[in-house]
């Protein structure tokens, strides 16, 4: 087999019938350094110098070349030939005094080894292994195929990430992780090739040359077959022989993608409380994907930032406003699957779960890896209409469980103080106090001053918790900072927590306090939330939002 290979390697390229006399310049895009494994002392090229070989003094059409070995005096042929612009390959004959440069040529052998330069600080290429996938591996000792390994493409195309795992009966196998930066790939006859350089934990720079390796692989219908050469060499004909083979495969199914619920996939964009994450369903609705705003800043126009991709693979279970699936989620360099639960508690409004990160589909919803302490993360969509708060009238709030005030607890939301409107509270108002639903049904007065001064939020959407009723608050409708309070209605008096998260059981949640109730809206403030529950029945939310704006502005 090796025979015929190089049999044809000289087919392909022929021998010169005569060989231009003079000194010679080798191609200029040879021009640079390089290395070649066992060439302590690097390799570079530069017009007619080839470093470690002498001076070029006949060549025939860029691809033989003779030169002078500068201590021996002797001469050599090298056939040479540019592979990719970071790879050159040659085989050469040996050292001697002949004169006759088609002998010389002539007498290289077939079993002459193939060297290979690879160029130093080579600009990265993109890899010909696109996607994610996992593999079984051998070093010569059995297949370790449980539990699978990990291939990755990084976003920038050009780096792959092979997370080996350890098999405990096979020799040779072993935990670990190690990234490959593609430099160059090629097609000899049917056979493709790569080259990449390796870096892992164990890599040191100044020895960064000998972490080339090159590689042969061949697509099949699950995946592909991929050797690896044990040294900085190309010596590999078959993508099933090598220091180490892999037998690669496809990372889900991708003719068997499910979809995310239709409740769901009624919004294309969720964004969280804060505004600063935004999860993106695609046009499918097969793959939500999370981005992440920056920092305010001076760069902060620039594009979202893409945290991971959630492809849904597989649906474990349905309800009617609950979806258990597994997804495959990519994220960069890294993939593999994750068990995500969406929930929907209202129309504009979704609880998100997701649990650890496994490489296979089937332990992504084990509940070891997906349980019920993962706390979900509180959706909703992009435009948040009003809605009705759960209380009505005035009452009086005071703390239950410390001396932590709700001024406190409120004003930690970045609260804007405004002077009270008037005909809201009625004289005898207790301090401090709370009217809801009184300037108009979705309005939320806090006012911590006796009247003079207070704090308008809007209600947006409500569920029901295991605490209470959960409602969303802001003081703009489009406001980023929004939060929660837990409502929690008993026979004398109303149970209030501000929950920063709209998830109860986070770290951030204020103190516990009580609403007592003492007084209807005033009769001025009850006529204008009738007057906004009429507008409510009678317009789309869009246009009742854009009424009670303008009404706040006039008042």
Known sequence: MRWLY?????LLFGLPSEFVSGVCELPGSWSGEWFESGVREGVNISGHQLSHKGSCVHSRQQTQFIFKDREEGCLRCLSMHEKHRNILQYKESKCVSMKN???????????????????????????????????????????????????????????????????????????RVERAHCIASWREGSTDYFVARLENHKTISSERGTSFRCFVYKKNYAGFDLSMSGAPECNLYTATEGQTTFTINNLGDSENVCVYPAWLRKHRKYISLQGNLQYHLNHRGSILTLRRQPPPGPDSESQLEELNKLECSEIVEQKENLTRLVALSTKDCESGFQCVEVEGVSTNVVLLRVGRLTHSPGDACNTNLFFNSILPVVLTSVHLPFSACPITGQLEVRSVESNQTILDSILSNQTELQPAPPNLIQPTS?????ASSCRAPHSLSFSPLCGKYSAEYACHESWESSGGRLVILSQHQQSANRFCILVRKEEEETRLRVVRTCTPGRDGDTNLFTASFYGDCSPTALATANRGTTAVAEFPSLVVAAVVQLYLCIY
């Open 6 to 10: 190089f049999q044809c390697f000289f």
């Open 101 to 175: 440069y088609k002998k010389l040529c002539h007498s290289i052998s077939v079993d002459e080894p193939l060297k290979t330069l690879f160029r130093v600080g080579s600009s990265p290429e993109q890899c010909p292994l696109r996607g994610h996938f996992t593999f079984s591996y051998s070093r010569g000792h059995g297949q370790c195929s449980y539990p699978l390994s990990s291939l990755s493409q990084c976003e920038n195309g050009s780096s792959l990430v092979f997370r080996y795992q350890a098999c405990p009966d096979i020799k040779g196998s072993e935990t």
């Open 430 to 434: 207790k301090c401090p106090y709370l």
